[in-house]
């Protein structure tokens, strides 16, 4: 039996179940030693198991063309060899082939846990900015000058607040 | 000043006696986030200059952190082979952590309850681990830590996919909540496997901490959440909780069954590993796991007068190979630590009574 990682005999064999689904994995000993299969930590297994069922998936989505990562230079064909990804940019480059394995790897494809600070912030305040905006549209239309000029100052104050922002 | 790790490190002894709620069940409680920096290769992709570079600018904005004021702070290529063999055997760094070296490091704070990875799989791995089952805590304070750490890192972040990690099975949360749980009890009554299977069915995952099902070293098991992506963390972790409390609910039954339906087995389990521990000469790491790990069930089951609980999680740590070096200040030969070895828990052992059955419950 050949190491599902590269043509070397495959001297560790594993079997998981995951959601009710056996897996089964060949590796030989350096591909299961730098997997981290035999990390008692544990964490590692798991990730291979769906990473290389994954990296498949992927792969067959691809419809023949060799997507390349702009950033980091990261192919497909590198992904298949090692079920990870290059860089963070590798998520756009990679995203419509992604798309199908995320699905059937995850709850859902839509994070909807923890947002760092910063970007909530910029999300609500991009939110309250728009509002102001169709506030404004709304009294000029109603001719309520005296409203519009106030939602104007509040918007010129929004405007020096976020330039006053120190940068991360 | 730079403080050697030994001299940092809190003892066995310390280790062993922390406690927890449900711990003569659920060992410790472990939360981990997986967070990248912005415009940066993953690690496996990463050339050697901005790994380092990683390593500059995460080490010094993780050491500033209030829950950091204490720390041990270092680069994996200045530790010994026998100082990351010794924070893995304490379960502080992964396997293939141990194996880095240029580029990768580690933060750990003061009590041993929060640690970080630099250049592991991910940029960073946060870790915190608390003692029992303790995961909305442990969560919450990962979250304050990885919310102060957000405002010195531009963490790679996409709207939709969340924090964005090398292995797509961590996107979005980035977070892998696991319990590290002794079951002795539902190992002894063959019930074990049927609840691996059970909590697999969930979409979680269970397995030997140390080996597969039933051939778990030391009886451990460990449960963790599978799915990163689509749930919030208070999700997540309130599923796992919810998981490991009805494991410990079986747990707890499986014990109470054995002392009620097949006490001379378990007395006879426990009296022989008190009787092999108290007199071999020579003893494999793996053996004294699961006689220790029997011992550990007896004294949840008050069926070990004068041996404490914090002292058999003492030897738990000290039997372990590296730990083992540490105390004898040298390197040791596989069969010396198993001379070794024995000759500790002889000594350990020394003057512990046998098994005392509880009293007989007098129908009045
Ligand atoms: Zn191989
Ligand atoms: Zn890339």
């Given at each position: 039996?050949k190491?599902?990682?590269?043509?070397?005999?495959?001297?560790?064999?594993?079997?998981?179940?995951?959601?009710?689904?056996?897996?089964?994995?060949?590796?030989?000993?350096?591909?299961?030693?730098?997997k981290?299969?035999?990390?008692?930590?544990?964490?590692?297994?798991?990730?291979?198991?769906?990473g290389?069922?994954?990296?498949?998936?992927?792969?067959?989505?691809?419809?023949?063309?060799q997507?390349?990562?702009?950033?980091?230079?990261?192919?497909?064909?590198?992904?298949?060899?090692?079920?990870?990804?290059?860089?963070?940019?590798?998520?756009?480059?990679?995203?419509?082939?992604?798309?199908?394995?995320l699905?059937?790897?995850?709850?859902?494809?839509?994070?909807?846990g923890?947002?760092?600070?910063?970007?909530?912030?910029?999300?609500?305040?991009?939110?309250?900015?728009?509002?102001?905006?169709?506030?404004?549209?709304?009294?000029?239309?109603?001719e309520?000058?005296?409203?519009?000029?106030?939602?104007r100052?509040?918007?010129?104050?929004?405007?020096?607040?976020?330039?006053?922002?120190?940068?991360? | 000043m730079?403080m050697?790790?030994?001299?940092?490190?809190?003892?066995?002894?310390?280790f062993?006696?922390?406690?927890?709620?449900?711990?003569?069940?659920?060992?410790?409680?472990?939360?981990?986030?997986?967070?990248?920096?912005?415009?940066?290769?993953?690690p496996?992709?990463?050339?050697?200059?901005?790994?380092?570079?990683?390593?500059?600018?995460?080490?010094?904005?993780?050491?500033s952190?209030?829950?950091?004021?204490?720390?041990?702070?270092?680069?994996?290529?200045?530790?010994?082979?026998?100082?990351?063999?010794?924070?893995?055997?304490?379960?502080?760094?992964?396997?293939?952590?141990?194996?880095?070296?240029?580029?990768?490091?580690?933060?750990?704070?003061?009590?041993?309850?929060?640690?970080?990875?630099?250049?592991?799989?991910?940029?960073?791995?946060?870790?915190?681990?608390?003692?029992?089952?303790?995961?909305?805590?442990?969560?919450?304070?990962?979250?304050?830590?990885?919310?102060?750490?957000?405002?010195?890192?531009?963490?790679?972040?996409?709207?939709?996919?969340?924090?964005?990690?090398?292995?797509?099975t961590?996107?979005?949360?980035?977070?892998?909540?696991?319990?590290?749980?002794h079951?002795?009890?539902?190992?002894?009554?063959?019930?074990?496997?049927?609840?691996?299977?059970?909590?697999?069915?969930?979409?979680?995952?269970?397995?030997?901490?140390?080996?597969?099902?039933?051939?778990?070293?030391?009886?451990?098991?460990?449960?963790s959440?599978?799915?990163?992506?689509?749930?919030t963390?208070?999700e997540?972790?309130?599923r796992?909780?919810?998981?490991?409390?009805?494991?410990?609910?079986?747990?707890?039954?499986a014990?109470?069954?054995?002392?009620?339906?097949?006490?001379?087995?378990?007395?006879?389990?426990?009296?022989?590993?008190?009787?092999?521990?108290?007199?071999?000469?020579i003893?494999?790491?793996?053996?004294?796991?699961?006689?220790?790990?029997?011992?550990?069930?007896?004294?949840?089951?008050?069926?070990?007068p004068?041996?404490?609980?914090?002292?058999?999680?003492?030897?738990?740590?000290?039997?372990?190979?590296?730990?083992?070096?540490?105390?004898?200040?040298?390197k040791?030969?596989?069969?010396?630590?198993?001379?070794?070895?024995a000759g500790?828990?002889?000594k350990?052992?020394?003057?512990?009574?046998?098994?005392?059955?509880?009293p007989?419950p007098?129908?009045?």
């Open positions: 039996m190491c599902s990682q590269c043509e070397s005999p495959a001297t560790v064999h594993l079997t998981e179940i995951i959601d009710g689904k056996t897996k089964k994995i060949d590796l030989c000993e350096s591909c299961a030693k730098e981290g299969v035999t990390d008692p930590s544990g964490f590692a297994l798991a990730d291979l198991l769906l290389l069922g994954a990296s498949s998936e992927i792969e067959s989505s691809g419809e023949g063309k997507l390349v990562c702009g950033a980091c230079g990261f192919t497909q064909a590198d992904f298949k060899k090692s079920g990870r990804l290059g860089c963070p940019e590798c998520y756009s480059t990679f995203a419509d082939p992604l798309e199908a394995m699905k059937q790897m995850h709850k859902d494809t839509l994070h909807r923890k947002v760092p600070a910063h970007l909530k912030e910029q999300r609500e305040r991009g939110m309250k900015r728009a509002d102001l905006q169709m506030q404004l549209e709304e009294s000029i239309k109603a309520n000058y005296e409203l519009a000029a106030q939602i100052d509040q918007l010129k104050q929004f405007a020096v607040s976020t330039a006053s922002r120190p940068k991360e | 730079k050697e790790l030994n001299e940092f490190l809190i003892s066995a002894e310390e062993g006696q922390r406690t927890g709620p449900h711990d003569a069940i659920v060992l410790s409680s472990r939360v981990r986030l997986a967070r990248n920096i912005v415009g940066i290769p993953f496996g992709r990463a050339d050697r200059e901005s790994k380092q570079r990683v390593l500059e600018t995460v080490q010094p904005a993780v050491e952190l209030p829950e950091m004021k204490s720390h041990f702070s270092g680069a994996m290529a200045d530790l010994k082979a026998v100082e990351k063999q010794i924070l893995m055997e304490r379960h502080l760094i992964s396997r293939e952590h141990a194996a880095k070296g240029a580029g990768s490091g580690i933060v750990l704070n003061r009590d041993e309850t929060l640690c970080v990875m630099v250049n592991e799989e991910d940029h960073l791995r946060i870790q915190s681990i608390r003692p029992g089952l303790q995961l909305k805590q442990v969560w919450q304070r990962i979250d304050k830590f990885d919310s102060e750490l957000e405002a010195k890192i531009g963490y790679a972040f996409s709207d939709k996919l969340g924090y964005l990690t090398a292995c797509p961590n996107l979005g949360t980035g977070i892998r909540v696991s319990a590290m749980l079951l002795p009890g539902l190992v002894l009554n063959e019930q074990v496997n049927q609840i691996i299977q059970a909590v697999n069915k969930l979409g979680h995952t269970v397995r030997g901490f140390y080996g597969e099902g039933t051939e778990a070293l030391g009886h451990i098991f460990q449960v959440n599978q799915m990163t992506l689509g749930e963390e208070a997540i972790v309130e796992i909780n919810k998981v490991v409390l009805q494991i410990v609910e079986h747990e707890a039954t014990r109470r069954t054995l002392l009620e339906k097949k006490p001379n087995e378990l007395f006879n389990h426990v009296g022989r590993a008190l009787g092999v521990t108290a007199h071999a000469h003893i494999s790491s793996k053996e004294a796991m699961n006689l220790l790990s029997l011992l550990r069930l007896g004294i949840s089951m008050n069926l070990m004068g041996l404490e609980r914090s002292s058999l999680d003492e030897l738990f740590l000290l039997i372990q190979p590296a730990h083992l070096q540490q105390t004898c200040g040298e040791l030969a596989s069969e010396q630590r198993d001379l070794v070895r500790l828990l002889r350990r052992m020394k003057g512990v009574k046998g098994v005392k059955p509880p007989e007098s129908d009045a």
